[in-house]
Nanobody, 121 residues
Framework: QVQLVESGGGLVQPGGSLRLSCAAS????????MGWYRQAPEKQRELVAMIIEGSRTNYADSVKGRFTISRDNAKNTVYLQMNSLKPEDTAVYYCNAVINPSTRSPSYNYWGQGTQVTVSS
């Protein structure tokens, strides 16, 4: 089974920085996409940043210029460097990956447990 393990969440003051990590483990033939969603209280889950097919990136307009997504293919790990954090960035951040477990299986959408990011004075 594929597992996504997240780390790096926590409490930070406005203007501060955090770096989230998500490592995929288990049966992995290929990773088609990997990145981050977030969900604030009483809000819909939204895309934050994603790396698609190894190089193409997609960012939410609200984080462009502040967040940077990167991926270490050898480690099956994706990172989200979050700078200039704002209170509205407060949310549970979920790692997401589209992974093909084997050549005999279709790709599947996997989710991490979520990590809390709180931006507050």
């Amino acid at each position: 089974q594929v597992q996504l393990v997240e780390s790096g969440g926590g409490l930070v003051q406005p203007g501060g920085s955090l770096r989230l990590s998500c490592a995929a483990s288990g049966s992995i033939f290929s990773i088609n996409a990997m990145g981050w969603y977030r969900q604030a209280p009483e809000k819909q889950r939204e895309l934050v940043a994603m790396i698609i097919e190894g190089s193409r990136t997609n960012y939410a307009d609200s984080v462009k210029g502040r967040f940077t997504i990167s991926r270490d293919n050898a480690k099956n790990t994706v990172y989200l460097q979050m700078n200039s954090l704002k209170p509205e960035d407060t949310a549970v951040y979920y790692c997401n990956a589209v992974i093909n477990p084997s050549t005999r299986s279709p790709s599947y959408n996997y989710w991490g447990q979520g990590t809390q990011v709180t931006v507050s004075s």
